[in-house]
């Protein structure tokens, strides 16, 4: 649907991106700045804007962790997450428990802002992603379509999170 069309235009642009050099590969904040702009520009929809708020915090958390040029570790990660998920909190009244890719994106983030693995995180992202089959939406498309909740399938925004994080995970295996 709109959401899966809207995801594989971004992951499209982003793999083109990445082959055609114009994402800096030499520090985590300039990969994912580089990243939040690609985003920016090639998704669009409200989830579009998300992502590339998000991707503005996660730059902010990086930049703030004060490593100095050194690579980033985990722990950076996981409190970069905490201040891009804090930051997209200013600018969005998306919630946990409304039924939009928040229900994934902040257990993931909260998971790794702990301390916990990688595999712990993906698995709150999908525990999130599935709990939205019983929520009813409040913010969103599924507000005006008829999603009240139920017996519906996971929101596809949230399922998207899981997806990526899933990915992310594999590719650091």
């Given at each position: 649907g709109d959401c899966g069309e809207t995801l594989a235009g971004c992951a499209n642009a982003l793999s083109a991106g990445v082959d055609s050099g114009k994402v800096d590969l030499k520090t985590a904040a300039g990969t994912c700045l580089t990243l939040g702009a690609l985003i920016e520009r090639n998704m669009g929809g409200t989830s579009g804007a998300i992502y590339a708020l998000f991707f503005t915090g996660l730059v902010q958390g990086?930049?703030?962790?004060?490593?100095?040029?050194?690579?980033?570790?985990?722990?950076?990660?996981?409190?970069?997450?905490?201040?891009?998920?804090e930051n997209l909190g200013h600018h969005t009244p998306a919630r946990p428990g409304m039924r939009t890719l928040v229900d994934a994106l902040d257990p993931f983030c909260r998971a790794l802002g702990a301390g916990k693995s990688m595999q712990e995180a993906v698995d709150a992202a999908k525990k999130g992603a599935e709990a939205t089959k019983t929520q009813t939406a409040r913010l969103g498309r599924a507000t005006y379509v008829g999603d009240k909740g139920g017996d519906m399938p996971?929101?596809?925004?949230?399922?998207?999170?899981a997806a990526v994080v899933e990915g992310i995970r594999k590719a650091l295996a």
């Open positions: 990086l930049v703030q962790s004060g490593k100095n040029g050194q690579p980033a570790g985990y722990k950076e990660w996981g409190q970069a997450l905490l201040t891009a998920l996971p929101d596809p925004g949230a399922w998207g999170i």
